[in-house]
Nanobody
Framework: QVQLVESGGGSVQAGGSLRLSCATS????????MGWFRQAPGKEREVVAA????????STADSVQGRFTISQDNSKKTIYLQMNTLKPEDTAMYYC?????????????????WGQGTQVTVSS
């Protein structure tokens, strides 16, 4: 089992930046990929970005392309989501997620572990 703990959320004005962190613990060697999802009130949970733990390959949703960057620090067993040029529509609860089997972290059905979430609020 893998435990995920997010941090770094908060309130910022439009155009600002935040960096989310997701610390992992447990049997992290079994993780195939990790991702960041978000869910706004009244909306479905959606993927924001994903990273493949073995080769570091990343993918990012079109809605945040060029503004958000996912990365990992294997020595700290932590993944990050750097969010720049934030917009009010980025307001949501952000969740860290891990998949043991893949083939990708792009679909909720592939996710095996979730963090508790961290709130991001962007004001105009």
């Amino acid at each position: 089992q893998v435990q995920l703990v997010e941090s770094g959320g908060g309130s910022v004005q439009a155009g600002g930046s935040l960096r989310l962190s997701c610390a992992t613990s447990g049997y992290t060697g079994s993780v195939y990929c990790m991702g960041w999802f978000r869910q706004a009130p009244g909306k479905e949970r959606e993927v924001v970005a994903a990273i493949y733990t073995r080769n570091g390959g990343t993918s990012t949703a079109d809605s945040v392309q060029g503004r958000f960057t996912i990365s990992q620090d294997n020595s700290k067993k932590t993944i990050y989501l750097q969010m720049n040029t934030l917009k009010p529509e980025d307001t949501a609860m952000y969740y860290c997620a891990a998949s043991f089997r893949g083939p990708s972290c792009w679909q909720i059905s592939n996710i095996n572990s979730w963090g508790q979430g961290t709130q991001v609020t962007v004001s105009s």
